[in-house]
């Protein structure tokens, strides 16, 4: 996974078919899709999301976690284009 580590930064992204992986450092995001075909390309797609899965819960089970974690900070801003 070209040093994907999940947790450890906020910057690194990851491409499994059209499936967006955004690493954070109190999160990992997926969004998009990836279709996990009968083929030997969605064979490798499916190893690739399951190492990483599996590695998403392995460092969370090596981490004391929170109940749930607080809300972001946000803040208004005035809008620029008014």
């Keep these: 996974m070209s040093g994907f580590v999940p947790y450890a930064n906020a ?3 990851l491409n499994i ?4 992986i955004e690493n954070r450092v ?5 969004s998009g899709d ?3 075909t009968a083929d030997q ?3 490798a797609d499916a190893r690739l999301l399951h190492q990483l899965l599996g590695e998403i819960v392995a460092r969370l089970e090596a ?3 929170p109940a749930r974690l607080p809300a972001p900070a946000t803040r208004t801003v005035a809008n620029p284009f008014e």
């Design 11 to 13: 910057s690194d992204v």
């Design 41 to 43: 390309a969605g064979l």
């Design 17 to 20: 078919g059209r499936l967006t």
């Design 34 to 36: 990836v279709d996990l």
């Design 26 to 30: 109190d999160r990992v995001t997926l």
């Design 63 to 65: 981490t004391e976690l």
